[in-house]
């Protein structure tokens, strides 16, 4: 297993390799909420040469985790999982960057949940998503 670069601060990785597969740049994180840039290339095209639902499900499902880890107090948990992602489709999407709005709507001990919009390059909605998140406590 490779070992990933640290966040001096909390000591959790700041980089993974999805994240570098999908051009993860996190623009902002605090207060349960996110602003997250992605650089999406050909290789998440179908085979209509358009952007594959799950790019989108993917870039949203990291809005919504990058808005959770802002929230969350560090020294009490390890971090979280995704139990549930709803992804609604508005548009079809292309080769380029992407702009993702992460939210938390209600952060209890064990659950969060958030949602999240996406922008295309010409500042276009595309796809919204709401999420439920497992809280992983530390023992």
Do not use: W
Request: proline share 1%.
């Amino acid at each position: 297993m490779r070992e990933l670069p640290k966040d001096i601060n909390t000591n959790t990785a700041i980089t993974s390799p999805m994240s570098d597969m999908i051009g993860r740049q996190i623009i902002s994180m605090s207060e349960g909420k996110s602003e997250v840039h992605f650089t999406i290339g050909e290789q998440f095209l179908n085979l209509q040469d358009i952007l594959h639902g799950g790019a989108y499900a993917t870039m949203l499902d990291t809005a919504c985790g990058v808005a959770i880890r802002g929230a969350l107090d560090m020294d009490k948990y390890l971090g979280h999982v995704t139990l549930e992602l709803k992804t609604c489709y508005l548009q079809a999407g292309y080769v380029g960057h992407y702009k993702a709005f992460g939210s938390v709507l209600r952060l209890g001990k064990s659950v969060a949940f958030v949602e999240a919009i996406l922008h295309n390059n010409q500042d276009e909605l595309v796809a919204t998503a709401s999420a439920t998140f497992k809280l992983r406590a530390r023992k």
